[in-house]
């Protein structure tokens, strides 16, 4: 029979004792050999030896625990994740460039080789290695910016040729560029994994998306499949699939919907590629890239004891956190939510030294009532500064 401050596993899962019932349990078994009159408290030589024996016992147990655990993608951290995630075919995201959606603009048959752009701020955005202008003179590609990181640049910023090529005209972004992002935590490789199980179902839609989550680079996106024979209320097409897909290559998001697609259903958003299919036929594939929807807020507190700047600081970083993480038009509410953005400047640390007054949201258009709605293809953005504190 096993001791009792190992662990164990049962119907409901791994369990362990606490320290202080390893304690107790070494405690008791001390006693019954030296006797019950023994003094074992922690300003005893024999009782700080014991603790020591418990809290050994305690860290095995939880090393213990955090092996059992690691097998499963739900409660796995870190080296343990990244192994888990392999069997769907996936991989942690690394830190990212930022990525722009260029439109080349030039004479039929130009072949740039290794070309680059450069914004207004002097940096360089990296074209594919070959980019061939077809005949209708412009071709979107998705170019990467030289320097690592969250990079910006908003639409038409991107506007300068770097490498002077012959029947190359111009270049310029339609769209702002999708800033790249640090290496991808634990709690979304987590959800990127659910999502990934959806490759291989039984639903079209659900392996489309699949496989749009898959590619690298993606962090938001949405899919909305239209499939009467009518526009719908978001100016869809009938018969006709619409995704909306913030980050990754052109080429690449438009090969994992052409791959999952059902037959004769329609693809419709204002990106196009052209993507070959097996038998060499080009298969024209449209989608959305997001358009941003600046948020801004206004928060009142009443400062308790305790309060500093720090927090107040905290607070816009919450508040804006969750703004930036807001689906893609809105989720199932359509909405920036004024309930979630307060829930988010109420779980700061430290929030019990202030009492939030007042959290407005506004929008280009004005303040929500309370919701900021969205779009179907907007994606709420927000940064810290942005969020207007007034502490009385």
Do not use: H
Not at 322 to 327: R, S
Not at 339 to 348: E, M
């Amino acid at each position: 029979m096993a001791s009792p401050t190992a662990p164990t596993i049962s119907a409901t899962g791994i369990s362990a004792p606490t320290y202080a019932e390893v304690l107790a349990y070494l405690q008791s078994k001390y006693r019954s050999i030296y006797g019950d009159d023994i003094y074992l408290e922690s300003d005893s030589q024999d009782g700080q030896f014991l603790g020591v024996i418990a809290l050994a016992i305690s860290d095995a147990n939880a090393a213990t625990i955090a092996a059992y655990l690691s097998f499963s993608p739900g409660t796995a951290q870190k080296a343990a994740l990244s192994s888990n995630v392999k069997i769907n075919g996936i991989s942690r995201a690394v830190p990212t460039n930022s990525q722009a959606d260029l439109t080349i603009v030039g004479q039929a048959g130009t072949v740039i080789t290794q070309g680059f752009a450069q914004d207004q701020n002097n940096n360089k955005w990296v074209l594919p290695a070959t980019v061939t202008i077809p005949p209708s003179g412009s071709i979107i590609v998705t170019a990467v910016c030289a320097t690592a990181g969250a990079i910006s640049a908003g639409p038409d910023q991107i506007n300068k040729i770097a490498t002077m090529t012959r029947g190359w005209q111009s270049v310029s972004n339609a769209f702002p560029a999708s800033e790249g992002a640090p290496v991808e935590t634990d709690s979304a490789l987590r959800q990127r994994q659910k999502t990934s199980t959806a490759l291989p179902s039984r639903t079209v839609l659900e392996g489309t998306i699949g496989a749009v989550a898959g590619v690298a680079g993606v962090t938001r996106y949405v899919a909305y499949d239209n499939d009467t024979k009518v526009t719908d209320v978001n100016g869809i097409p009938g018969n006709s699939l619409a995704m909306v897909v913030e980050g990754g290559d052109v080429s690449a998001i438009a090969s994992a919907i052409a791959g999952k697609k059902g037959p004769g259903g329609g693809t419709y958003g204002t990106t196009s590629a052209t993507v070959m299919n097996v038998y060499g036929m080009p298969i024209p594939i449209n989608f959305f890239r997001p358009t941003y929807r600046a948020i801004t807020a206004a928060a009142s507190l009443k400062a308790l004891p305790g309060y500093t700047s720090a927090i107040g600081t905290a607070l816009q970083q919450a508040v804006s956190d969750y703004v930036n993480l807001v689906a893609i038009g809105g989720g199932p509410s359509g909405t920036v939510e004024w309930a979630d953005a307060l829930t988010a400047a109420n779980s700061i640390p430290g929030s019990n030294t202030f009492k939030l007054t007042a959290l407005t949201l506004s929008g280009p258009g004005g303040p929500g009532t309370p919701d900021v709605p969205l779009a179907f293809n907007e994606a709420a953005s927000c940064t810290p500064a942005s969020i207007v504190l007034t502490v009385t």
